[in-house]
């Protein structure tokens, strides 16, 4: 039996990777589920896996996860300390789904302890993608990219050789506003923002779809994930989402990942590797496709991308303020406080703020000050949303 653990099990990545389990309980053996506010669905999946141990990431529900769980047998804990505690339980796979810079340090405690690590948490590889690689390192752990863009282009380097990698492209749906023009977006409501055009996701990465930051996000990630100069990274709006990533090589060929957008391709592939299984995805008929359309991204409607690129050319812990700064200015647009288009603004009022003070950005790249980084970032993403209220 293998030995799995799913940190962020509630959400929309946890459910897929649980509903995967579950069709099979008896090759795991489920060491640890992470949650949040939603009690019920953990401990209910805690006691239908049979857990030993299920975390919510809020102390103050600490006694209803008891309550929820009481004679399941199932060990109850709450809080961020418990949350890297469970991840350092022993185990051979453990999926990274908490959704922003919190799946940080619990992820990096996984890969400490040796386990494989699925990730979707993009935003570790973004806020710390030197720490995150360098555990794995220490402890020979393994890294497999839960994206479906990332998933498809680790699928597509297979037998490869990396250094022939001419370059990679990543697809964009481009999103819930991708045909509104761009005068009406100022005024773009989150519920409009929350609406994907074909992907079930969490409601704060189809924001960011909307926005383009998942792809500025993912842009990052695939740097550090394939170690691929940023120069040689693409992005091209595909409105189908049946072409997740291409990888072009020296001599000319590129080799493209179709498949349907269903997370659970991505989470099967990295649960089952290096083996390929069946999954309960649905088939493409090409022929009901009938057309992919392909086009370049427009940098005025979405300038996260061209944030990103600056990201990249910055390095440092520019990374760890980028993704605190759009965290927060997603919340400020959640709430209301902001309007859709200010979030950029708002990004680059903090990494311009940042630049300005010596020796912020180059700080030495240690999970304290990733984390002291992303607080800060944070902060100031506040003062920039009050000045502009103001
Ligand atoms: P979600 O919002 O549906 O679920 C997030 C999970 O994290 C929940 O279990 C929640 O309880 C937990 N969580 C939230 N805040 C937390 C905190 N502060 N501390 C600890 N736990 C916390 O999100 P999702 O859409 O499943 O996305 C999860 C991750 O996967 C994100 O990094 C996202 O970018 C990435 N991802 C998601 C998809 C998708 O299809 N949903 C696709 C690719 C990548
Ligand atoms: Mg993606």
New binding site residues.
């Given amino acids: 039996m293998r030995r799995v653990s799913i940190?962020?099990?509630?959400?929309?990545?946890?459910?897929?990777t649980v509903d995967l389990i579950a069709r099979d309980p008896q090759a795991y053996d489920v060491v640890a589920l992470?949650?949040?506010?939603?009690i019920a669905r953990l401990a209910e999946d805690a006691r239908r896996l049979r857990a030993d141990l299920a975390v919510t990431?809020d102390p103050g529900r600490l006694q209803d996860l008891r309550d929820a769980l009481e004679g399941s047998g199932v060990e109850a804990a709450a809080g961020?300390a418990a949350?890297v505690e469970a991840a350092s339980r022993p185990a051979d796979w453990v999926m990274s789904?908490?959704?922003?810079a919190?799946?940080l340090a619990?992820g990096l405690a996984a890969l400490e302890q040796g386990a494989t690590l699925a990730l979707?948490?993009?935003?570790s590889l973004v806020c710390a993608g030197a720490l995150v690689r360098q555990a794995a390192a220490r402890t020979g752990a393994r890294i497999l990219p839960?994206?479906?863009e990332h998933s498809a282009v680790f699928q597509a380097l297979v037998g490869e050789d990396v250094a022939a990698i001419e370059r990679i492209v990543i697809t964009a749906s481009g999103g819930a506003f991708r045909d509104w023009p761009i005068a009406a977006l100022t005024s773009a409501t989150p519920e409009q923002a929350s609406s994907h055009p074909n992907?079930?996701?969490?409601?704060?990465?189809?924001i960011?779809s909307a926005s383009m930051f998942?792809k500025a996000?993912e842009l990052i990630e695939t740097h550090e994930l394939f170690g691929i100069d940023p120069g040689r990274v693409e992005v091209v709006v595909h409105p189908e989402s049946i072409v997740h990533a291409l990888v072009g090589f020296t001599d000319g060929a590129l080799m493209a990942h179709l498949g349907a957008p269903d997370?659970r391709h991505?989470i099967g592939y990295a649960l089952h590797w290096p083996d390929r299984r069946v999954l309960p995805v649905p088939r493409l008929d090409l022929t009901q496709v009938a057309q992919l359309n392909f086009r370049a991204p427009d940098d005025t409607r979405y300038p996260a991308l061209r944030l990103a690129r600056a990201v990249m050319a910055r390095g440092g812990l520019s990374g760890a303020v980028f993704n605190g700064a759009k965290e927060r200015a997603l919340d400020h647009f959640i709430a209301r406080r902001i309007g859709f288009l200010d979030m950029a603004g708002v990004v680059e009022t903090v990494l311009e703020r940042f630049e300005s003070k010596a020796g912020l950005i180059d700080a030495p790249m240690t999970l304290d000050n990733v984390t002291r980084t992303d607080h800060l970032a944070r902060d100031w993403a506040d003062a920039a949303v009050t000045r502009r209220a103001g």
């Fill in positions: 940190l962020g099990a509630t959400g929309s990545i946890g459910q897929n992470t949650g949040g506010a939603n990431a961020p949350l789904a908490i959704v922003g919190a799946g619990p979707a948490n993009k935003e839960v994206d479906s992907w079930d996701m969490g409601q704060r990465i189809t960011d998942n996000l997370m991505a």
